[in-house]
């Protein structure tokens, strides 16, 4: 007996062992295997760089575990295309298992040479699956764009233009002595902390029609919005004559960075008809530099959509300046307005004079309960009781505004009560934008801002970025309400 049941242990522990070992004989039907796609399309592609990943799947339709006989490239070895089925690498696969009712990925990405053309162009191929008695195939599209490659170049006095984009690798520096001049509809993508440094003056030359477009080297609809893809735009101490007219500057860690440029008598750095969104810290970081700003757009960046430090002289007219950040927690205010610097070595705060710090006919505006913060400092670094001490002088003023700011507080010389400071200004009135977090900032039918602006100063500025006439009767903010819209 106990001989018995040493056969039956023996018999059982074949049988589970056998049953553990799946049957994938079974090479599929008439109707071949289940495919979660027909085509995979990637979007235009710079020559050199790699796409992301794409992905299907492939279902096992039958009731039976099954074998794939084959799974290749239809471009083999020469395709642009890769594949990688399940963690095993393309062209070439063989002898694929699926169990019955599962499914495998098949990954898919694309590298493609330069053809020597400015104009995009179409690279296929196709992905073919093989059962015993059927073939199918998914279609692979990608459209390539040659480009102009730049990498840790000095820039010497030259023109950009829209022929191909440029991707920029590292850094770019405009020397002390160049100009670097950016015709209409070019577009520069720069790749993973790459900037543009700035020594000698930049030229920004976009139209309504073709502005010119800063932005990373990804071209995938998901990082349309992703910020911190790229650096910034470096505008040097002594660096001059900056101008930039229809400007995209968008998904970097900063915008621009104006850093002591413009004062002492000469040029300032002239912003009009620009955009400058989605940035992980400032859309536009000053400091001790002078600003001329019309019909642009600030917003949706981690930290201040505009900090204007150290003092200056700065000038904003239908201007906005909004934040609805979504990638991650914000505490800093759409707008920052300070005059000095801590210093290194001590600490102490050492005052700068802000000369002017003016917003006309502007929206400052966000999600948060406060959007203005103005940090100003007094005394003297080291100092403060000194009798011969002269105070730096702190102007500033927002006139025809919308602004977002906490409650009037009760102390008059708080300078948020400071009512000289502030004139024919809208607090805490919603702008009623018609889809901040879609980043619209067109004003809607109920907008208070509709026809607030200042006639006189509308003249200064008669169109808005879009070409539209405000002469008659002004909105406040960058863009002027079409009744049809």
């Not at 030259?158 to 070019?186: C, M, R, W």
């Not at 201007?319 to 210093?343: C, E, G, H, K, M």
């Not at 913060?373 to 009781?385: I, K, R, S, T, W």
């Amino acid at each position: 007996m106990k001989r018995l049941v040493q056969i039956f242990v023996v018999l059982a522990i074949l049988v589970a062992g056998w049953s553990c070992e799946r049957d994938y004989l079974f090479r599929g039907g008439s109707d071949g295997v289940k495919l979660s796609a027909d085509t995979i399309m990637f979007d235009t592609i710079f020559t050199t760089i790699g796409s992301t990943t794409r992905q299907f799947r492939i279902y096992n339709p039958y009731s039976a575990d099954m074998t794939i006989d084959d799974i290749r490239l239809a471009g083999g070895d020469d395709s642009k295309f890769r594949i990688n089925v399940s963690g095993l690498p393309g062209p070439h696969i063989s002898d694929v298992p699926i169990r019955s009712g599962d499914s495998i990925f098949v990954f898919v990405e694309v590298t493609i040479d330069p053809a020597g053309t400015d104009a995009p162009f179409v690279v296929m191929d196709s992905i073919i699956i093989f059962t015993r008695e059927r073939m199918q195939s998914v279609k692979l599209i990608a459209y390539g764009q040659d480009v102009v490659l730049m990498k840790g170049q000095v820039l010497n006095t030259q023109t950009f233009t829209s022929n191909k984009p440029y991707l920029i690798y590292d850094y770019i520096h405009v020397d002390t002595t160049a100009t670097l001049t950016i015709e209409s509809g070019t577009r520069l993508h720069f790749y993973k902390n790459a900037n543009l440094i700035v020594s000698g003056s930049l030229k920004v030359q976009g139209t309504k029609e073709e502005p010119v477009l800063f932005t990373g080297s990804r071209l995938e609809e998901w990082y349309a919005d992703k910020p911190g893809q790229w650096g910034t735009i470096w505008l040097m101490p002594g660096s001059r004559n900056h101008e930039i007219n229809y400007a995209i500057i968008k998904n970097g860690t900063r915008g621009l960075v104006v850093d002591s440029v413009g004062m002492n008598g000469s040029e300032p750095v002239y912003i009009s008809n620009s955009r400058i969104e989605h940035k992980m810290l400032q859309g536009l970081l000053a400091q001790s530099s002078s600003l001329v700003v019309s019909n642009s757009l600030f917003a949706d960046c981690g930290s201040a959509s505009v900090a204007l430090t150290v003092g200056g002289n700065y000038e904003f007219y239908f201007s906005t300046i909004a934040n609805y950040y979504q990638w991650a927690f914000r505490n800093r205010p759409a707008l920052i307005v300070s005059n000095y610097y801590p210093d290194g070595a001590t600490g102490a705060k050492v005052p700068h004079a802000l000369e002017n710090a003016l917003f006309s006919n502007c929206i400052i505006y966000g999600q948060l309960e406060n959007e203005i913060e103005l940090d100003f400092y007094e005394g003297e670094a080291g100092d403060p009781e000194d009798p011969d001490y002269v105070p730096p002088v702190i102007n500033y003023q927002f006139e025809h505004s919308l602004i977002r700011m906490r409650s009037m507080p009760t102390t008059f010389n708080d300078p948020y009560n400071d009512y000289p400071h502030y004139r024919n200004v809208l607090i805490n009135r919603d702008p009623f934008f018609k889809a901040p977090r879609d980043y619209d900032y067109r004003l809607d039918s109920l907008s208070v801002a509709i026809g607030a602006g200042d006639v006189t100063v509308a003249r200064q500025f008669p169109v808005d970025i879009n070409g539209n006439n405000r002469e008659k009767k002004p909105d406040i903010g960058f863009m002027q309400r079409v009744n049809s819209e």
